[in-house]
């Protein structure tokens, strides 16, 4: 889809919502507006990744999607931070994400191996409680 095409469906959808909200009366509760604030988040973040992708790039980051949402969100964010901070020159190659995940695996891998749980026992009886008895 090229931009014209893009922004012709968002002009769309904002000319139906808008009639939606005309319809009822003007009266539109939260809920409306959080959901419409998500959708055009949605479409923002679609838009800047198939400017910045590459189609075999965009296809893997679906893939991705399909398998674990949590980690094609946080691709995405890099991504569209790294865009937005200049340090994208040009567009990403399915190679550049391959190494882009690599990354973030490793950051995850490391995080996940400095964290140290001690469990304790909580209310539990020891041999010292019962010479008091």
Known sequence: MSDADLEEIRKARLAQLQQQGGAGGGQSSGGEEAEQ????????RVHILSQILEPEATERLGRI???????????????IMMAR??????????????ELLGSLAENTRENEASKVVISRKKGGWDDDDLDDL
Request: charged content about 40%.
């Open 37 to 44: 604030r998500k959708q055009q988040e949605a479409e923002a």
């Open 85 to 98: 901070s200049g340090q994208l020159r040009s567009k990403v190659t399915e190679n550049q994400l391959k």
């Open 65 to 79: 999607r399909l398998v674990k949402e949590s980690r094609a969100t946080d691709v995405e964010n890099r991504l």
